[in-house]
């Protein structure tokens, strides 16, 4: 080692072997090596890379490697242990290859191809402590871990180890193996929800002073993406790296360990400013979505805050399509706490009676995996709130009930999560307590303004409650922040009922015909449209929707409204069901 280039750095060191390699040598080596080289290049590699880890080196049987971050080491080390594991399951129990790992958090020395160390020496005497498929760690990563890693670990106590002059105090965590007949902790239990990195976004103007201007909207970005709970979002330092480097997108992605990036660039010609920005899968390189903005340069920050805004709005419902799409490709058996959520929330955006019962069944499954997963809380709620408000329910009292205990306890679980806010709020304009739903959404929007659900829901609960002008500003910046959300519908039928309440019914019909140009069915949608044209005094028009609502909904009727709608204000509903009547519905 040439001491010019060795360099002292902390990190945490992963060293793994097989168990029984020598057993398993002497009865097959031809397939003992096929295995080996197989879970190398299928797990062992592209896992330690997908969490910023560097494999130092491979040994006949296991492998060193270092990873900058203790959090990054255990998830990479679970994440193998349990994907060996499930590759086992179907192989006879004789050849089952298993690892054990020892994980050590140390100071060492570096010369850029080897690492150097006791601390080195301990992380191969902590992994000859772990059970086969197990992990062991030093103190100083169980610390780090406990409070940040929902993982079981177990006081294995001291040990006193070999040329060790002072024992070392060892945690235990053991993946499902064959030997624990699947009853230890599964890897499912952990919800990997998505990370996401924004990369800096690159100046196109030929003018180093609009340097700023870009990492202006980079940085906002990040700050933005943060406030939202149900993904991780890198930090600016680690992005910041990259600026004006590689443009690797699967490369970058394996190095931050993301599942998804966000890059773009700023051009600006005269008082013109052009945004792109395009949202890229981290595994695949394939971009998901992407968008130009074209803007006149007056007020630089208001026009930073202004795209920060609707970049986001339209970033997070396309990172939930993308999370569906992705779930839909893995097996049933192969699937975490939020794999399975994601799963639900497919089938919860179909609004049928029975796809919403089958979310609940799975946002349940979610919740048994991860008690605090909060998301699934919020999911299941929502599931319960269009049983109610698309007239599925069987039991709607029952279900006003059971969403407002699982939206308390996703709020209970995380009080800056807005989602859980949002959801809390509809359900309780869901049961008519709309002084109640309108400081929940609006603390919402407080914790993340480019919450397109969020503006929507307050925007409706000001419908329900007699504020239909005030109602407009939200509902105009719920359809403005997330054009192609799965609720599209319901954000136009909505803007519907403000005209109507307004007494502006040709506008009334124009935004309830773009609703019902929406995917499914709404019965809403069809009502206010009745009204409208019944206040018009538009008769066959009338006629034509009304069978057409009937024939997919036949006990649809005035008594049905009377029971399902949720307007509080006496005076609109009263008005509501005058153009209902004079629509030509029935009693």
């Known amino acids: 080692m040439s ?28 397939a003992t090596m096929a295995t080996w080289w197989a879970y190398r290049e299928d797990v062992i590699d592209p896992t330690t890379a997908h969490h910023r880890g560097r494999i130092v080196k491979h040994t006949g049987d296991g492998f060193l490697a270092e990873f900058p971050s203790v959090i990054d080491a255990v998830r990479c080390a679970v994440a193998i242990q349990y994907e060996i594991a499930e590759r086992n399951a179907d192989v006879p129990e004789d050849r089952r290859m298993m690892f054990r790992i020892g994980i050590n958090l140390c100071d060492v020395m570096s010369d850029e191809v080897d690492i150097y160390g006791d601390g080195v020496n301990v992380a191969a005497r902590v992994e000859s402590v772990a059970e086969p498929g197990g992990i062991c760690v030093t103190a100083s990563v169980h610390d780090q871990v406990r409070k940040k890693l929902d993982l079981d670990f177990e006081d294995l106590g001291p040990h006193a180890m070999k040329n060790m002059s002072e024992p070392i105090r060892i945690f235990g965590f053991r993946a499902a193996t064959s030997e624990s007949g699947g009853d230890a902790p599964d890897a499912r239990a952990q919800s990997e929800k998505p990370s996401i990195a924004v990369l800096p976004f690159a100046n196109m103007s030929g003018d180093s002073e609009q340097e700023y201007f870009a990492d202006g909207v980079t940085e906002d970005l990040i700050t933005a993406l943060s406030r939202i709970r149900w993904f991780f979002v890198i930090a600016r330092n680690s992005t910041f790296a990259y600026k004006g480097g590689s443009t690797d997108a699967r490369r970058i992605a394996g190095e931050l360990g993301v599942r998804y990036m966000i890059e773009g660039s700023v051009r600006r010609s005269g008082n013109r400013v052009r945004i792109t920005a395009q949202l890229i899968d981290g595994h695949s390189g394939k971009s998901q ?137 509809r359900v309780h304009y869901m049961r008519r307590e709309h002084d109640l739903a309108i400081p929940e959404l609006e603390l919402a929007i407080e914790l993340n303004p480019s919450f397109a659900l969020a503006h929507y829901g307050l925007g409706a609960a000001m419908v329900f409650s007699g504020r239909a002008p005030e109602a407009q500003v939200h509902l105009d910046a719920a359809i403005r922040l997330s054009p192609y959300d799965p609720n599209m519908g319901s954000f136009l039928v909505r803007m519907a009922d ?61 008594g049905f409204v009377r029971d399902t709608h949720l307007i509080a204000d006496a005076g609109d509903f009263a008005y509501y069901l005058e153009g209902l009547r004079l629509a030509g519905v029935p009693e």
Request: proline share 2%; glycine share 4%; net charge negative.
């Open 3 to 30: 001491s010019k280039r060795a360099e002292r750095k902390l990190v945490a060191v992963v060293a793994a072997d097989v168990a029984g390699y020598t057993r398993m040598m002497e009865a097959d080596e031809d």
């Open 289 to 425: 979505w992407a968008n130009r903005y074209d803007r006149d340069l007056e007020d630089v920050f208001a026009l930073q805050d202004e795209l920060t805004e609707t970049i986001v709005g339209a970033i997070e419902p396309e990172l939930g399509k993308a999370e569906r799409a992705r779930v839909r490709t893995k097996r049933p058996d192969n699937m975490d706490a939020w794999d399975v959520y994601q799963r639900g929330m497919a089938h919860l955006y179909r609004y049928t009676k029975s796809d919403l019962d089958q979310a609940r069944t799975l946002f349940d499954q979610a919740l048994t995996l991860d008690a605090n997963l909060g998301a699934a809380y919020s999911a299941k709620a929502e599931a319960h709130y269009y049983g109610v408000v698309y007239g599925h329910a069987d039991t709607p009292d029952q279900d006003r009930e059971d969403a407002l205990s699982v939206a308390t306890r996703a709020v209970a679980l995380d009080d800056e999560d807005a989602g859980a806010h949002c959801t809390l709020g």
């Open 498 to 558: 403000a005209h109507l309440f307004m007494r502006q019914h040709d506008h009334a019909v124009d935004w309830a015909r773009k609703a019902l140009r929406q995917p499914s069915f709404q019965w809403s949608r069809y009502a206010v449209l009745l009204s409208a044209l019944g206040h018009l005094g538009r008769a066959d028009e009338a006629r034509s929707v009304l069978a057409e609502v009937v024939n997919l909904r036949p006990d649809f009727s005035i």
